[in-house]
């Protein structure tokens, strides 16, 4: 397996407060890139908020493939939302890009 770090970008369609920010943090939390040396590194917070609303979760996932790392940052991104109230047409996404591959966690 190969830890990849990934960027997912999004736009809210609406403002939305800090306490949809806090949940939605929280809930990608078991995916923040500070646990790769590339995330630490770097500084890669795993939800970065623009002040047009467009938005970039960073996710550190475990894969055997880009492809499938791609997919469970997808995975990951859309459940995160939800648990922060939000969906599909508050939030969509764009297409999800490898921003890193790690093979070594701290």
Do not use: K, Q, W, Y
């Amino acid at each position: 397996m190969t830890t990849f770090v990934i960027s997912v970008p999004g736009t809210f369609t609406a403002d939305i407060g800090t306490d949809t920010r806090t949940r939605l943090a929280t809930a990608l939390r078991p995916a923040d890139p500070h646990g790769t040396r590339m995330g630490s590194a770097e500084g890669l917070d795993v939800l970065s908020v623009n002040e047009d609303n467009t938005f970039t979760l960073r996710l550190s996932v475990e894969a055997d493939t880009r492809r499938h790392a791609e997919e469970e940052a997808r995975r990951l991104a859309d459940s995160a939302l939800r648990d922060a109230g939000l969906d599909e047409r508050s939030a969509p996404l764009g297409p999800a890009v490898i921003t890193g591959i790690d093979s070594e966690v701290r």
